[in-house]
Structure formats: structure tokens, C-alpha cells
């Protein structure tokens, strides 16, 4: 792993969605069995091109997205790498049982994408806003699940992917994602990635909660308070050794993720903690709401996920560890 951190971290100019399709091309220009499949969202997830490069092998099912994951199974039994992609909510909990059974139980080599997740679903609305999608199939045996933080990390991801044999879920931002990392950088499936150092508290964070996690961090350390940020890039499985580390250095954590905290990046490390070391612990994230309409900045304050948010569980698990509870 060379994860090379950007100093000026910036919107990037490429879409995620672009970013996903280039590699997508680039891997199925060397490889015939790559094929890409897609439920009515083609063109909403800027898949044209490679249907252009690759009429043979790009399939789209229309809005029957448990029968795409029968398709992509069926594919995959043939010898074929199948990249499945729908909404976030349609790829994960509308063929939960597809996944499980036909992929999963099936031993089988699928990888499904699910896009804009959480809040970024913005104007898409409640309907195809997943803040449940990770938490769904963490259920499922053998699964990775992970949500790459920019598109540097999204090329890498994909690469490695199409040579893993599984079943993969990749929780994936459509649009311009903060720019973490450089040209270059490569990334160990179910390792951390610590950005920046920090002895008083411990943020873990995923997607698009890393950059607002750095935030954090920033404001906090304006008041004296030194937060070490980790990208917890994989939720499944889950870097229990990191996890531990940072728990016994800073002695507090603070969980952020763009995902309801049942069952997703806040359960996973509290159980980590409990079972292993347990320590004054703080969560950010959607809590047992569904989703509705809005922009981005709207919903992140609605939902509690703004950089001021984690400053304050970051305080508050704080003083936790000194013994106030």
C-alpha cells in the first residue's frame, strides 16, 4: 500500500461516475471477461462510453434489479467478471436475497455497485437515499463491502477487484469527490489509512465523512485538541488491528459515516472495541430516520454529519475518557 496524501485536498475535476467507467474500459480492453451491467441507469451513471467500446458486454436490464444480480450470477458461473451497478437502495435492499443466495451462497465472482449514497443522494430524494445499504449486506457470508474515499482510490479499488475472485459491494459517489490522495497511490483491501496523527481522540471515517472529518480535526485543533483521522475505507472486513492501536493510543473514538450507525461503520468498531478493547466511544451518523429531499449541505445538517457535529462528539468522548461520563 502507497497511499500518497494531497496537501491542497480540493474537489476533484473528475467524477467519480467517469473514474469508474475509465477503469472499467481500461480493465475490460485487456480482460474479454469483464462485463458491465446496469439497471436503467446507463447514462446516469456515465456508462455510455464503455457500451460504445463494448457493445458485446455491457447489458442493461431496465428497473428489474434482482433480476441484474440473477444475470450477473448466471455470468459469472459462465466465466465471466461481472460489475453490476444501480441507486444504492435498488442495488442493496431490493435483491438482498439475490445477492445472498445466487451470488453469495453460490460462491460465485459478482461485484456489485451501489451509487450515491446517503446524503448525496440529495435530490433523488427519501426513496433512493441508502443509509442502509452497507448495514443489509454486512449480513451476507464472505462479502467485502467498501466505499472508496476519492477517484484515485476508486481506480485502484477496481483493479484489484476485477482480479479478487468474490463477491464485492462498492458504495460508491457518483458525483466530484474531495480529493484525498495523489496520482499514484495504491490501497490494501481492509486496511486503514491514517491521515493524520492525533493523541487525544480517534475519528474513523468512511466516504464522504473523511474530508469532513479532516474538518474536524482542523477546528479542534484551533481549541488545543489533537484528532488523528483514519479512513476506514473497508467496513467488511474491518482493520481490527488498527482499530485497536488507535483506541490504545488516544484512549477515545469517534465513528463517522454517511450510513445509519446500525449496523454500519459505528457498529462495526464498537464491536471491535468490546470485544478487544473497550473505549469511550462516540457515533456519527443517520439515526434510525429514513431519508428525504434537499441539497447536500441542507441534508448534512439535518442529519448531524457536519465537521462541527464530529468536533463536538470529539469533545464529548473527551471528557468521557477523563471521567466524565
Do not use: W
Not at 434489479?65 to 444475470?71: H, L, Q, R, T, Y
Not at 450507525?261 to 466511544?281: D, R, W
Amino acid at each position: 500500500m502507497k497511499a500518497i496524501i494531497a496537501a491542497n485536498k480540493v474537489k476533484e475535476s473528475i467524477e467519480m461516475r467517469k473514474a469508474y467507467c475509465d477503469a472499467l474500459m481500461e480493465l475490460a480492453a485487456k480482460d474479454d471477461r469483464i462485463v458491465a451491467l446496469d439497471a436503467d441507469l446507463m447514462n446516469s451513471m456515465g456508462m455510455m462510453p464503455f457500451l460504445k467500446a463494448f457493445p458485446d458486454r455491457a447489458i442493461d436490464v431496465g428497473i428489474q434489479e434482482a433480476n441484474m444480480i440473477g444475470v450477473a450470477a448466471g455470468l459469472s458461473a459462465t466465466g465471466k467478471v461481472p460489475f453490476a451497478h444501480s441507486f444504492g437502495p435498488f442495488a442493496s435492499r431490493r435483491c438482498y436475497d439475490q445477492i445472498f443466495l445466487s451470488c453469495g451462497y453460490a460462491k460465485l465472482n459478482v461485484k456489485i455497485i451501489g451509487s450515491d449514497p446517503g446524503i448525496t443522494a440529495a435530490f433523488n430524494g427519501g426513496t433512493h437515499m441508502p443509509f442502509e445499504d452497507m448495514g443489509i449486506l454486512r449480513n451476507v457470508p464472505g462479502i467485502t463491502i467498501m466505499e472508496p474515499t476519492d477517484s484515485m482510490m476508486l481506480k485502484d479499488i477496481i483493479r484489484q477487484v476485477a482480479d479478487i475472485y468474490g463477491v464485492f459491494y462498492i458504495r460508491l459517489l457518483r458525483k466530484n469527490a474531495l480529493g484525498i490522495y495523489e496520482e499514484g497511490s495504491t490501497f490494501e483491501i481492509g486496511k486503514g489509512i491514517q491521515l493524520r496523527d492525533g493523541k487525544d481522540v480517534t475519528i474513523f471515517a468512511m466516504g464522504y465523512m473523511v474530508g469532513e472529518s479532516l474538518k474536524a480535526a482542523d477546528m479542534l485543533e484551533k481549541e488545543g485538541i489533537s484528532a488523528r483521522v483514519v479512513d476506514m475505507f473497508t467496513l467488511k472486513p474491518i482493520d481490527v488491528e488498527m482499530i485497536v492501536k488507535c483506541a490504545r493510543e488516544t484512549g477515545a473514538v469517534v465513528t463517522a459515516e454517511n450510513h445509519s450507525i446500525i449496523n454500519g461503520l459505528g457498529s462495526a468498531v464498537a464491536e471491535v472495541l468490546a470485544e478487544n478493547c473497550p473505549t469511550p466511544m462516540e457515533r456519527i451518523g443517520s439515526r434510525d430516520r429514513f431519508g428525504q429531499v434537499g441539497p447536500v449541505d441542507y441534508l448534512a445538517k439535518e442529519y448531524n454529519m457536519t465537521p462541527e457535529d464530529i468536533a463536538e462528539k470529539c469533545r464529548k468522548v473527551i471528557t468521557r475518557k477523563q471521567g466524565g461520563c
